[in-house]
């Protein structure tokens, strides 16, 4: 079992940054591959980045592509979603998620392979 807690959201102007943290506990996490999505106001769940579980591996949604970067400390249980850049659209509510196993490049960008969920951060990002 893994409990996962979402930090870091918060008010913003737009071109601004934020670090979103996700924080785990529970055994084993460092054999979980982890992907963040995001949710807007009426919009369907959508991903965002996902990391492999030894970190070798990162992928991204081309709406983020060159602004966002993950990263994850397995030693500390957390994985981060740096955000730069940030512009009007990249407001929602971000979820991080966990699951394994995960391997191929098209089942990290699938909600429906991750198996814990946190309970999500908001960001909002004012124009």
């Known amino acids: 079992q893994v409990q996962l807690v979402e930090s870091g959201g918060g008010l913003v102007q737009a071109g601004g940054s934020l670090r979103l943290s996700c924080a785990a506990s529970?055994?084993?996490?460092?054999?979980?591959?982890v992907g963040w999505f995001r949710q807007a106001p009426g919009k369907e769940r959508e991903f965002v980045a996902a990391?492999?579980?030894?970190?070798?591996?990162?992928y991204y949604a081309d709406s983020v592509k060159g602004r966002f970067t993950i990263s994850r400390d397995n030693a500390k249980n957390t994985v981060y979603l740096q955000m730069n850049s940030l512009k009007p659209e990249d407001t929602a509510v971000y979820y991080c998620a966990a699951g394994k196993p995960i391997i191929t490049a098209q089942a990290m960008r699938s909600s429906n392979r991750y198996d814990y969920w946190g309970q999500g951060t908001q960001v909002t990002v004012s124009s």
């Open positions: 529970g055994r084993s996490f460092g054999s979980y591959a």
């Open positions: 990391i492999s579980w030894s970190g070798s591996n990162t």
